[in-house]
């Protein structure tokens, strides 16, 4: 073997090293940490979606969902869960090595000496493989990517699309140039429109990719049917067309059938011109009709969705069953009328929250947690500047393909930070229910691949500067030390997010689901309040055959006509409305957005009056009545005590329009009884309940993963022990009392109410110092809590109401002032924190406090008057 062919067996032989290794790391890691069983959210859903082969919420997953059924009948697990979790593991780790080879492919484009031959070239080819292996698991280790890698969720497949599209995107541009043809393309195209029916994040690229192809052929730059083809093709995700509808609004309802004109009418046209051409001209119509119907057979998967909505599943989001619901489902008209486009025109919230360091969508709060340890200090941005460093050098040197690369990421990071629009609470909506961080999942993606580049590119350069600086043998000493240390940046990455990315032992949503529908009688209504209370009871239901009996109604739900008319048919829900009073029709337009109402009106039994099933103001109290609301007053009325119907304890008193005062509570739900109660609690139940039928597997375990949510849903548990032990200390039995406050605390040592209580108890006895003694414990046990898991805000108020109640002031200031440094925009956090200064008698703190809330949240009139008092006792 010669020596240039040596050098290059060598290379390939590193190069495929490192991707092997990309791949088997990632996939080692990701299967040691994923999912045991479904995860809160969505995943629920979509498990027991792929095993029933259902119809998900809006847009739709339908490949996603038929992938998942394929795992399962495939059985390389032992449970459907774990199926669709693998499913996501196994994407997840090809991403990974994926990511690795655009690195490779990227730095080699930017740096023609790592192409050469002999010793000192091979020096530079392993430096650009080190920096690619460092890049690509920097992505496996960052936290939003790999919190999705072990769970049932479309992330993983989604982005093993997008970053397999963006390869074969730059291998289209190396044909080109090399005068080859353009048959990647049309697979490009086709692999695009197939990825909506993952998820439509992967179109995020369609505006780089369009830009690219122009910029690497220059005829297609001057070429009408380029930028045509392509906008047609773009209009699905973003339509470019959707001034039209201030001009018709009527079209606003018919987008999809819209877009599918214009696609087969621009199929036929460019078909025609292709069989009416000879030659050269036949090869350039062919091209563009090629990807129109590359495009059309793509998006065809989306025929699942009203074959299996015909067939009624059990979870039939929207019932897409004929063309009219499919476009109410595939625009997400279930989730408001308004156009994405039109929305973001009106700032939902502040820019510096949206972009800032914010809780549950500030994007820098998320992108400085993905790929560094804060304990570094500064050190922790080396990683942000060799991704900057990567962008630049790719535009200076290779501009098309750092083009490509940059402008995805400034696309799925500036673009979606402005398109998203994500409310901060601040402007008269909500603030975000959950973390938005996974939206800029490909953000995060495309910066590792930039850091990846940076590493390559400096690693590859590094030693020949050095061998001008200093002898030969110290240079190789030192290249191989930087490479090392390079190397240990994911390494230092992946220890700091393994302790909270690890799933294992994590049986939360499950028995969680388990537990309240263990709570309900045979044959029982129950209504749910959102996700996490109705997502892993369809789990439990349809996967794991428990408790079918039980009709789970969801409130938000309950809002839309499609769900009410499945609850009655297929549920067996006692509704008394017929069809023309149920399904909304279309009756004005209010610009583009369109108003629904039945076609025929309902006599309401409560208000004694005609009506449509509309929303409306109560015509006694001026509140707005919701869908929601009427539909609880009909399903309980149309009953007639046939059935037993519960509210969950996490559907909150405002959702229970009237009837709260009607409620027994029966540990995690509240039964609706025909008159208000004398005692509104049932010990008996409860009791039988929370000691011997409910799971708590892993809740008490503090190293089984948790977070603000886990925690949060999970203090249920020890609220109902205490409620037990609240009933049982009103009628004078201490004894009892006392017995099930140490169970709750050996049970639940992570909830701060037990210690309030069995202290309080015990300082009202001859046993005082006992007080003591367990507040202490509580103190260690938050002690550990905290130490394991120091970003839970609920942690850090637990422990200091602790101090607080022991007028520890000192202490409990400390703990709020993390709590509100963890989440600035948490009321409660703020209001114990004012408290504290108050009472501490530090009135500047509080000032300053008051200062800060009232410019993040003017729109509170109650931090107002605080405000106020404050200045007139500063004065």
């Known amino acids: 073997m010669s020596s240039p062919q040596k050098d290059q067996f060598i290379s390939k032989f590193l190069f495929y090293l490192g991707a092997v290794i990309s791949l088997i790391v990632s996939f080692i890691v990701y299967f040691k940490t994923m999912a045991p069983t479904l995860s809160f959210w969505d995943c629920g859903e979509f498990i027991a979606s792929s095993y029933i082969m259902g119809v998900p919420h809006p847009p739709g997953t339908p490949l996603f969902i038929l992938i998942g059924k394929f795992f399962m009948l495939l059985g390389i697990m032992s449970t459907p869960a774990l199926n669709t979790n693998f499913v996501s593991v196994l994407s997840s780790a090809l991403t990974t090595m994926v990511a690795y080879v655009i690195i490779v492919k990227s730095v080699k484009f930017i740096d023609k000496s790592s192409q050469q031959s002999g010793p000192r070239d091979i020096v530079s080819k392993v430096g650009v493989y080190i920096g690619a292996l460092t890049g690509s698991l920097l992505l496996a280790f960052s936290s939003t990517f790999w919190f999705n890698a072990v769970e049932t969720e479309v992330y993983g497949l989604a ?153 009624k599943p059990a979870i039939n989001e929207n019932n897409p069953a004929n063309l009219r619901r499919l476009e109410y489902y595939l625009g997400r008209k279930q989730y408001g009328e308004e156009s994405m486009i039109v929305r973001m025109f009106k700032r939902r919230g502040m820019l510096k929250h949206q972009f800032g360091d914010y809780p549950h969508m500030g994007f820098w709060g998320y ?183 039980v009709r789970v109604v969801n409130l938000s739900l309950l809002n839309t006509d499609w769900y009410i008319c499945q609850l009655k048919k297929q549920m067996g829900v006692p509704i008394d409305l017929d069809d023309d009073q149920i399904i909304g029709e279309p009756f004005t337009r209010r610009g583009t ?117 886990n925690v949060g849903l999970t203090t249920t548990y020890p609220e109902r022990f205490l409620e037990l032990a609240d009933y049982y200390l009103s009628k004078g039995d201490t004894s009892k009392t006392h017995q099930i406050l140490h169970d709750t605390i050996d049970r639940f040592p992570f909830y701060y109410q037990p210690y309030v209580e069995l202290a309080r108890l015990y300082s009202d006895t001859a046993y005082g110092d006992s007080a003591k003694i367990i507040y202490q414990l509580g103190v260690r046990n938050f002690a550990k809590a905290i130490q394991r898991w120091p970003h839970i805000t609920l942690y850090w108020q637990f422990l200091g109401v602790l101090h607080y109640t022991q007028k520890n002031f000192e202490e409990a200031i400390k703990c709020y002032e993390k709590a509100i440094d963890l989440d600035p925009s948490n009321s409660i956090n703020f209001n114990l924190l004012l408290r504290l200064y108050s009472a501490t008698k530090q009135k500047e703190k509080g000032m300053s406090l008051l200062n800060m809330w009232m410019k993040e949240h003017p729109e509170d009139m109650e931090a107002r008057n605080l405000y106020n008092i404050y200045r007139r006792m500063n004065r």
């Not at 209009?235 to 309802?253: K, M």
């Not at 294992?504 to 263990?518: E, H, K, M, Q, R």
């Open 159 to 311: 982005m093993l699309l997008m970053v397999v599209l963006t390869y074969m995107t730059i291998k289209w541009g190396e044909s080109k140039l090399a005068d080859g043809n353009d048959v990647l393309l049309v697979a490009i195209v086709y692999l695009l429109f197939l990825s909506i029916s993952i998820h439509l994040t992967v179109f995020l690229i369609t505006p780089a990719i369009i830009i690219y192809i122009a910029l690497i052929d220059n005829k297609k730059l001057n070429d009408w049917r380029h930028w045509v083809s392509w906008g047609i093709l773009f209009s699905f995700a973003v339509p470019i067309y959707f001034l039209i509808f201030y001009i018709i609004p009527s079209l606003s309802d018919h987008q999809v059938a819209l877009w599918l004109l214009l696609m087969v009418f621009f199929a036929v046209f460019f078909g025609y011109k292709t069989f009416t051409h000879k030659g050269k001209a036949q090869q350039s119509w062919g091209l563009y009709f090629a990807i129109m119907v590359v495009a059309i057979i793509g998006f065809t998967p989306h025929i699942y969705l009203p074959i299996r909505a015909a067939h």
């Open 367 to 549: 992108f400085k947690e993905q790929y560094s340890n804060e304990k570094w200090g500064l050190l922790r941005y080396l990683p942000f500047l060799f991704g900057l460093f990567g962008m630049f050098i790719s535009l200076r040197r290779s501009f098309k393909n750092g083009f490509l690369l940059a402008a995805i990421f400034l696309i799925s990071s500036l673009g979606l930070i402005l398109y998203l629009n994500f409310a901060d609470g601040t402007r008269g909506e909500h603030l975000e229910v959950r973390d938005r961080d996974y939206f800029f999942t490909p953000a995060f993606i495309y910066f590792a691949i930039l850091i990846g580049i940076g590493f390559g590119f400096f690693l590859s350069r590094f030693s020949p500067w050095l061998k001008n600086k200093i002898p030969t043998w110290a240079a190789y000493l030192t290249w191989v030390i930087v490479a090392l240390l390079v190397l240990l940046i994911p390494f230092d990455t992946f220890t700091y997010h393994y302790k909270t990315h690890d799933r294992t032992g994590d049986f939360a949503p499950t028995d969680y689901a388990y537990n309240i529908l263990s709570s309900c009688e045979k044959d029982a209504i129950l209504f749910t309040n959102g996700d996490n209370d109705t997502f892993p009871l369809w789990y439990l239901q349809e996967v794991e055959n428990v408790r079918k009996d």
């Open 593 to 709: 957005i369109t108003l629904y109402r039945p076609k025929k009106s309902f006599y309401d039994p409560v208000r004694k009056m005609n009506r449509y099933l509309v929303p409306f103001p109560d015509p006694k109290t001026g509140n707005p009545v919701r869908v929601q609301d009427q539909m609880i007053e009909h399903i309980v009325l149309a009953n007639k005590w046939k059935y037993p119907i519960y509210f969950s304890t996490s559907v909150p008193s405002s959702n229970r329009w009237t009837l709260s005062d009607y409620t027994v509570r029966k540990a995690m739900v509240l039964k609706i009884m025909p008159k208000k109660p004398e005692e509104p609690f049932d010990p008996e139940k409860t009791e039988d309940l929370i000691y011997n039928v409910y799971r708590y597997r892993g809740v008490n375990d503090i190293d089984v993963f948790k977070d603000e949510n």
